[in-house]
Each structure stands twice: as structure tokens, then as C-alpha cells.
């Protein structure tokens, strides 16, 4: 069969090198993938939003299955343009409809559904312009730190926790008269700040039937010691530690199923994978975000893990065949350490020529950002290689990824030296 995987990050290049490794894959095509991503099949110039270019390049290189890496083209009806459209509807997308896609891409809708199935989650209430005064009231019910939450997608910026009531009057006042996050800030979710350790948790399901993905956690501040600026992740464990036997348990009943069921409930189909962004609050599992796909950098220590042949898996998320499916996996520990650009998460240079790639041993390197250019690699984002080990232990795991970071060479090379070690 020949797949098409819609991305250009480390998680997309992690998907890849799982595809090729299937035997009953025939040719893989990544759009528009990376310099990681064209070693593995054939990278083609089409964004993820360009519905019309996708529908072509699914005709001329028969497309037998779409797998979609990142939420935007999801929470734009990805999956229902080819339920829609005569010709496509016949190849399968995994990734879910636009209405489940909502899960990630209203956070409003998210808190009613985790009401409504009694799912744990914090304190919240959705306001818009017209309830702005009623939002400052509300404010002044809670504790220090005011969580704020712009109902749609903010590219991962959405979420601001204020140490002040000063500033959550200011913040909130900005997202809704002052558009901060245009159109996504109409509404606002206020919530009460959770305090605990956050996990993520992933599953798989084709509608009916789920298997659940090894948990991860990820490092998302810039900063050593978890300080500074909110990143897309700069590293990534599995399994993790803290998680182990009756708490994950405890995610499957009071989390995982009771999502699934009241999918179903609402007569939604969800074909796809699931993200629980959860904190571990004394023991119980709390939502913080549904995602509707996969994480990064957590995909870059979760899918080495996977003993499944990942072809199959999809292939049995679409025919609804998920129960047949077995979920062996790797026992050992994975580490994932990021390489990012100078200056990210601010602004930051690209073209920066990576050398040392040849001189790294024992570890897999996932491209995030990168392009090549005259046979040459050049880095192309902020997040740009994720060097990923397996270990007996974390430790073990990790220092095999440090080793093989210090090798990598480009301008401007930054990477957090702590990940894993608060465990
Ligand atoms: P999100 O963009 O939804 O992943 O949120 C970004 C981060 O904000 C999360 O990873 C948490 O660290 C933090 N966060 C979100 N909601 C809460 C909450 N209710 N209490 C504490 N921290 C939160
Ligand atoms: N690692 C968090 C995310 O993918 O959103």
C-alpha cells in the first residue's frame, strides 16, 4: 500500500521511520516533510492545509491510506474533505472528523464534555466579550495562579498562567476586547491552577475498539530546571516512573473509557489517535488538554516502544479491526533529547549547516526542523533534531542520548542537560 503522512516535525519523522519499517507499506510519501523524513520515502511540496494539493497528490501516486500527523488540518475537516469528495472517500485518514477534532480545537468544548462524562478536571467557566465583567468576578473566586485558556488553536500559546490577579484582569481583558489570539480568544476558559506532575497519556482507537500507547512525559520550558518560556518540548522519557501500575489504572477507568464511551454517546466516530495531557493531582488523574493526535517529542519516545507493525495498526484503525491487534512492547526505557536554534522559542535563524550526523552510534536521530540544500543539511526551525536512546534504565537511556547530542554539530546548538533528572 502506499501511505501518505501529512507533517514536517519529529513526531512526523518518527511515523516514518515506524511506516518503512512495515513490510505490507509499498511506497511512503511525507508532505511536506524534512530532511529526516526524505530517507525514508519521498517528500512532496504540499502544506497540510492544502486540501486540493493533498486530493491530487493522493490520485497520481494512489494513495491507499493518509495518516495526519499535526491538529490544524484536523481541526480544519481534513477527514471529512475526503469523506466528502467521491474520490477520495474511499482511502482512509487516520485522525479524527472535524467534530472530533474539537476535543483540541475548543477547549470549551473539551470542559463541557469532561463535565458532562465526569471526567477529573479543574474548576472552569467560558467566557466571551459580553461576560468579560462576569469573567473578573470569577477571577476573584479563585487562588493565585489564574489559569487562562483561549478556546481555539493559539499554536501551542494559548494557555497563560498569571501570578496576579492584576495581570489575569489584563490578560483576560486582552484575549477577548483585544483579540490577542484573533479569532481563537473569543471565548476564554478560566480554571483553577492543578497543582501536581503531568503525564501524557495516548491511545489509539478505530471507533469501538482502543489500545493504549506507553505513557511519556515531556520537558516543555526552555530552561534548565523547567524555568523560563514554554517550548514545544525539549525532551521526552518513557516510560514514566511516578506512572506505574495502579495509577495507570486508574487513567484507563476514570479517563480513557469514559472519553471513549461518551464519544460514542455523542455518535462520534473517532478514528484516530488520542492525547491526555493529565496531571497527577494526589493520586488522581486530571485532564488538562485532549489533543487529537500525537505529541512531540512525546511520538519520538512512544513509537520506538511499539513492537506493532504500524501499517497493520492503522490499517486496523480503518477497517475497525483494533481489537485483533497485539501491543507488545519494548520493555527498556527511551530518552529523547532535543536540539533546538539560538533564540527559540523567540525568534531564532534557520540555514545553519548540521554536521556530525554520521558520527552518532546507538541512537536514532528524528529530524524536527531541517531541510536539505545542495546536499547539505540545514537546520529549518526552532526545534530542530530530537536524539532519541534506548536504555536498561533512564539514566542509561539518557546519557547515551548526551553523548550522541554533543557530536551533532550547528550554529547556535542549544539543548536542556536535565532532562529526566527530576525523576
Ligand atoms: P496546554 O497548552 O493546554 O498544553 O497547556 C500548557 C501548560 O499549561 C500545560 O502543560 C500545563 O503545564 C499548564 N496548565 C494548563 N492548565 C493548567 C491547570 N489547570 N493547572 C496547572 N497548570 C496548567
Ligand atoms: N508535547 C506536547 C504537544 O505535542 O502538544
Same mark, same amino acid.
Given at each position: 500500500m502506499n501511505i501518505l503522512l501529512l507533517g514536517s516535525g519529529g513526531r512526523e519523522h518518527a511515523l516514518a521511520w515506524k511506516l518503512a519499517q512495515?513490510? @505490507?507499506?509499498t511506497s511512503l510519501f511525507i508532505a511536506p516533510g524534512n530532511a529526516g523524513t526524505a530517507s525514508t520515502g519521498t517528500n512532496l511540496p504540499v502544506a497540510v492545509n492544502d486540501f486540493q494539493a493533498i486530493r491530487e497528490a493522493c490520485i497520481s501516486h494512489q494513495i491507499g491510506m493518509v495518516i495526519v500527523g499535526p491538529e490544524d488540518p484536523l481541526v480544519h475537516g481534513i477527514h471529512d474533505f475526503f469523506l466528502d469528495n467521491p474520490e477520495l472517500r474511499k482511502i482512509p485518514v487516520i485522525g479524527p472528523t472535524r467534530q472530533a477534532a474539537m476535543l483540541e480545537g475548543s477547549k470549551d468544548f473539551a470542559k463541557a464534555f469532561l463535565r458532562k462524562y465526569c471526567i477529573p478536571t479543574a474548576f472552569s467557566h467560558t467566557f466571551t466579550i459580553q461576560t468579560l465583567a462576569e469573567g473578573i468576578a470569577f477571577l476573584r473566586t479563585l487562588d493565585p495562579p489564574y489559569v487562562l485558556k483561549? $478556546? &481555539? @488553536?493559539?499554536? &501551542? !500559546?494559548?494557555v497563560v498562567i498569571c501570578p496576579t490577579m492584576d495581570e489575569a484582569m489584563a490578560e483576560l481583558t486582552a484575549m477577548l476586547s483585544d483579540a490577542k489570539f484573533g479569532e481563537a480568544s473569543s471565548k476564554v476558559v478560566i480554571e483553577e491552577f492543578l497543582e501536581g506532575i503531568e503525564l501524557s497519556a495516548f491511545v489509539v482507537t478505530d471507533g469501538t475498539h482502543y489500545r493504549i500507547f506507553p505513557e511519556a512525559k515531556d520537558y516543555k !520550558? /526552555?530552561? /534548565? &530546571? $523547567?524555568?523560563g518560556p514554554n517550548t514545544g518540548g525539549m525532551g521526552s522519557i518513557s516510560p514514566?516512573?511516578?506512572? %506505574? &501500575?495502579n495509577f495507570l489504572e486508574q487513567v484507563e477507568r476514570q479517563v480513557i473509557c469514559p472519553t471513549l464511551d461518551g464519544l460514542q454517546a455523542e455518535g462520534i466516530i473517532y478514528k484516530g489517535f488520542i492525547f491526555f495531557g493529565l496531571m497527577n493531582v494526589k493520586g488522581v488523574p486530571c485532564v488538562i488538554e485532549y489533543n487529537c493526535r500525537l505529541g512531540d517529542p512525546e511520538t519520538e519516545v512512544v513509537l520506538p516502544r511499539i513492537q506493532a507493525d504500524f501499517v497493520e495498526l492503522c490499517q486496523a484503525v480503518a477497517d475497525g479491526t @483494533? $481489537? %485483533?491487534v497485539e501491543m507488545d512492547l519494548d520493555p527498556r526505557f527511551t530518552a529523547s533529547v532535543m536540539l533546538v536554534s539560538e533564540g527559540y522559542p523567540g525568534s531564532y535563524e534557520k540555514g545553519k549547516e548540521i554536521t556530525g550526523l554520521d558520527q552518532v552510534t546507538g541512537s536514532l536521530v528524528f529530524h524536527a526542523g531541517t531541510k536539505a540544500v545542495d546536499g547539505r543539511i540545514v537546520t529549518n526551525g526552532g526545534r530542530v533534531l530530537a536524539v532519541t536512546s534506548f536504555g536498561k534504565s533512564l539514566e542509561e537511556a539518557l546519557n547515551r542520548s548526551y553523548e550522541n547530542a554533543e557530536k551533532i554539530r550547528f550554529e547556535g546548538k542549544y539543548y536542556r542537560t536535565d532532562i529526566g533528572f527530576d525523576l
Open positions: 512495515s513490510p @505490507l507499506l483561549a $478556546d &481555539g @488553536l493559539a499554536a &501551542g !500559546k494559548g !520550558k /526552555i530552561g /534548565i &530546571g $523547567d524555568t514514566v516512573p511516578f506512572a %506505574r &501500575g @483494533l $481489537d %485483533r
